[in-house]
T-cell receptor, first 113, second 112 residues
Framework: EPEVTQTPSHQVTQMGQEVILRCVPI?????FYWYRQILGQKVEFLVS????????KSEIFDDQFSVERPDGSNFTLKIRSTKLEDSAMYFC???????????FGPGTRLTVL | QKEVEQNSGPLSVPEGAIASLNCTYS??????FFWYRQYSGKSPELIMF????GDKEDGRFTAQLNKASQYVSLLIRDSQPSDSATYLC????????????FGSGTRLSIRP
């Protein structure tokens, strides 16, 4: 069964460093998303991406964040200068239709020291 | 602000009983409703989705939607210890690349 994959599973970084989180969505999916979940809190929407551009972004997704689909398979989230409060689980999701269920990857746990 | 509200629990149910999970949402324009299951440290896993008023059954799971009351529920019949997890209610809309808004989840514990 096709699945969304994410790398790395755990990333530790120093405050102020740049990180890139990588995702490979399901191959025939067209809509891509990033969500995050701070430990013990709810899953929060960050950004949606369709047709090679951002469709919507949340207030969390400020100028420190960017997304890219550099080739036909990868979807990346870059955090330019990490802060302590960026420590969270980051989930990539994809779907083949804007009103169908989204399939989530296993997540990348980001720890900012 | 579009909100999804759930009782955080924990909800403790004996094995073999029916577990009932509830959720309300604030945006009357919400169009798609989802129940995800999340084990500790893992990603959300879709259990059921529902678009229309009424009940939708899938195996041991039944989702119920009442748009007039802005209320969604999930019933789990014949609860098993493996059903112990956090259940996330979520809503979405029919628009391009629509996001999902999640509730904070209800922690369900099935006691043997």
């Amino acid at each position: 069964e096709p699945e969304v994959t994410q790398t790395p599973s755990h990333q530790v970084t120093q405050m102020g460093q740049e990180v890139i989180l990588r995702c490979v969505p399901i191959s025939n999916h067209l809509y891509f998303y990033w969500y995050r979940q701070i430990l013990g809190q709810k899953v929060e929407f960050l950004v949606s991406f369709y047709n090679n551009e951002i469709s919507e972004k949340s207030e969390i997704f400020d100028d420190q964040f960017s997304v890219e689909r550099p080739d036909g398979s990868n979807f990346t989230l870059k955090i330019r200068s990490t802060k302590l409060e960026d420590s969270a689980m980051y989930f990539c999701a994809s779907t083949d239709s804007s009103y169908n269920e989204q399939f989530f990857g296993p997540g990348t746990r980001l720890t900012v020291l | 602000q579009k909100e999804v509200e759930q009782n955080s629990g924990p909800l403790s149910v004996p094995e073999g009983a029916i577990a009932s999970l509830n959720c309300t949402y604030s945006d009357r324009g919400s169009q798609s409703f989802f129940w995800y299951r999340q084990y500790s440290g893992k990603s959300p896993e879709l259990i059921m989705f529902i678009y229309s008023n009424g009940d939708k059954e899938d195996g041991r799971f039944t989702a119920q939607l009442n748009k007039a009351s802005q209320y969604v529920s999930l019933l789990i019949r014949d609860s098993q210890p493996s059903d112990s997890a956090t259940y996330l209610c979520a809503v979405s809309w029919y628009s391009s690349a629509s996001k999902i808004i999640f509730g904070s989840g209800t922690r369900l514990s099935i006691r043997p």
